[in-house]
């Protein structure tokens, strides 16, 4: 992925997947640190929207 988020000018930095998993377990990562475990990647993946969505309308209110 070479995008520039909404913002962002210049050369786009790396980023890795936020999705993982150990055993059986899914997390995913945020700046805040790792979140999970869930037991399947479609919870992960659900729950990660959710967080976004948090992230987004707290960003919305400070900024």
């Known amino acids: 992925m070479n995008e520039n988020r909404e913002g962002e000018s210049g050369p786009a930095p790396f980023r890795s997947g936020r999705m993982f998993s150990i055993g059986a377990d ?3 990562s ?7 475990p869930f037991p399947t990647r479609e919870e992960a993946i ?3 929207a ?3 969505r948090d992230k987004a309308t707290e960003d919305e209110r400070i900024g």
């Open 26 to 28: 899914w997390y995913f």
């Open 30 to 36: 945020t700046r805040e640190g790792d979140r999970g």
């Open 46 to 48: 659900a729950e990660l």
């Open 50 to 52: 959710l967080y976004m």
